[in-house]
């Protein structure tokens, strides 16, 4: 499939696990002789835009990694109507894309494995199957993603072997290991600056592909990442004293110039395990909601697809601990209506 492919666009998501997956299929891909077009960071529900733009570039294939863009399947047909696409994702399915012409759809949901699987160590996994030479020296960067991505507890035995390869010492909190202090500078990326900040995250991992490089050369991400913990310090005593409490949910509304729902809502739901953490962020007419429940009684996924079902302009998704969704402004106070009343008994 990989040989088909004269050169490409690569479009990735904006967190961590998305930035890893976007450096190891380009990382991929430039070994074996493949370029690149354009390089994007977006959301799963890309705009008409980004359409155009990939329709209108001159590369013959589009990779789509980390994003769950199979539930947008007519942009994908449309992208599908002028070049090959490959889908590499771990999102919970909407629709199975190998039936659009053109396309390929790869998620361990469709290979029967149900075990959560981060889209980076996936498509290390996938890679490193038949391609074990090209990709051994990118495992780290695997690790990274899937630390970005909650997985570290299911995947505890990888990340300790893959530290110990790089010397690097274990510590059973993984975010004082040099892999999880690497998540939360790509994450930074981000949270400080959105899908450009995100974007620079990419760029500075792509050009360096080791440890010690990356390290060395990424002190605009160290630079943002001080930043951003100070905010973060700030929005967890506003939560404290502001949060909205109804029966087992907490809701925050956090006001913010970075984009701080994703990492708030983390901290809190590790913090509070029994609780839904309901975090919500104004941006422009839109709310954009993140959800965390971390001891797995509430399934998140369903859960923002049921509030949002209906509503103009809405979208949802994400995994049972952790979901998200947006929708506009005026249908904000019944969406969480629809939550209390889901929630009510729990
Ligand atoms: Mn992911």
Same mark, same amino acid.
């Given at each position: 499939?990989?040989?088909?492919?004269?050169?490409?666009?690569?479009?990735?998501?904006?967190?961590?696990?998305?930035?890893?997956?976007?450096?190891?299929?380009?990382?991929?891909?430039?070994?074996?002789?493949?370029?690149?077009?354009?390089?994007?960071?977006?959301?799963?529900?890309?705009?008409?835009?980004?359409?155009?733009?990939?329709? /209108?570039?001159?590369?013959?294939?589009?990779?789509?990694?980390?994003?769950?863009?199979?539930? *947008?399947?007519?942009?994908?047909?449309?992208?599908?109507?002028?070049?090959?696409?490959?889908?590499?994702?771990?999102?919970?399915?909407?629709?199975?894309?190998?039936?659009?012409?053109?396309?390929?759809?790869?998620?361990?949901?469709?290979?029967?494995?149900?075990?959560?699987?981060?889209?980076?160590?996936?498509?290390?996994?996938?890679?490193?199957?038949?391609?074990?030479?090209?990709?051994? *020296?990118?495992?780290?960067?695997?690790?990274?993603?899937?630390?970005?991505?909650?997985?570290?507890?299911?995947?505890?035995?990888?990340?300790?072997?893959?530290?110990?390869?790089?010397?690097?010492?274990?510590?059973?909190?993984?975010?004082?290991? /040099?892999?999880?202090?690497?998540?939360?500078?790509?994450?930074?990326?981000?949270?400080?600056?959105?899908?450009?900040?995100?974007?620079?995250?990419?760029?500075?991992?792509?050009?360096?592909?080791?440890?010690?490089?990356?390290?060395?050369?990424?002190?605009?991400?160290?630079?943002?990442?001080?930043?951003?913990?100070?905010?973060?310090?700030?929005?967890?005593?506003?939560?404290?004293?502001?949060?909205?409490?109804?029966?087992?949910?907490?809701?925050?509304?956090? =006001?913010?110039?970075?984009?701080?729902?994703?990492?708030?809502?983390?901290?809190?739901?590790?913090?509070?395990? =029994?609780?839904?953490?309901?975090?919500?962020?104004?941006?422009?007419?839109?709310?954009?909601? =993140?959800?965390?429940?971390?001891?797995?009684?509430?399934?998140?996924?369903?859960?923002?697809?049921?509030?949002?079902?209906?509503?103009?302009?809405?979208?949802?998704?994400?995994?049972?601990?952790?979901?998200?969704?947006?929708?506009?402004?005026?249908?904000?106070?019944?969406?969480?209506?629809?939550?209390?009343?889901?929630?009510?008994?729990?």
């Amino acid at each position: 499939m990989f040989e088909g492919i004269g050169s490409y666009d690569l479009l990735f998501h904006i967190d961590t696990d998305g930035v890893c997956s976007g450096v190891l299929m380009n990382a991929f891909l430039e070994r074996i002789g493949k370029e690149g077009e354009l390089f994007l960071s977006i959301n799963p529900s890309f705009s008409k835009q980004t359409l155009e733009k990939i329709k /209108k570039s001159s590369s013959d294939t589009a990779i789509f990694v980390d994003l769950s863009v199979d539930s *947008n399947i007519e942009s994908i047909e449309e992208i599908a109507s002028v070049k090959k696409v490959i889908v590499m994702d771990h999102h919970i399915i909407t629709n199975n894309l190998n039936k659009v012409k053109n396309c390929y759809h790869f998620n361990p949901l469709l290979e029967g494995n149900e075990k959560y699987y981060p889209a980076s160590k996936y498509i290390f996994d996938v890679l490193n199957k038949e391609f074990p030479k090209l990709v051994e *020296n990118l495992d780290w960067i695997a690790c990274v993603g899937l630390i970005g991505d909650s997985g570290f507890n299911i995947y505890k035995d990888f990340v300790k072997k893959t530290l110990k390869k790089y010397d690097l010492p274990y510590n059973k909190d993984v975010y004082l290991t /040099k892999f999880g202090e690497f998540d939360k500078l790509i994450s930074s990326g981000r949270v400080y600056n959105g899908a450009k900040g995100a974007m620079k995250a990419f760029k500075i991992l792509r050009k360096n592909l080791t440890i010690n490089e990356f390290e060395k050369n990424s002190e605009v991400l160290k630079n943002w990442s001080k930043k951003v913990d100070l905010e973060i310090e700030k929005q967890i005593e506003l939560f404290k004293k502001e949060k909205e409490v109804f029966k087992n949910i907490f809701f925050y509304q956090i =006001h913010s110039k970075f984009n701080l729902g994703s990492p708030i809502s983390s901290i809190l739901g590790s913090k509070y395990k =029994h609780k839904t953490i309901v975090i919500y962020e104004n941006k422009g007419n839109i709310i954009k909601f =993140h959800l965390r429940r971390t001891d797995g009684k509430v399934d998140l996924s369903k859960l923002a697809k049921e509030i949002v079902a209906g509503f103009q302009q809405s979208a949802a998704g994400g995994h049972v601990k952790a979901a998200g969704g947006h929708v506009l402004e005026k249908d904000w106070y019944l969406v969480k209506e629809r939550m209390k009343e889901l929630l009510k008994k729990d």
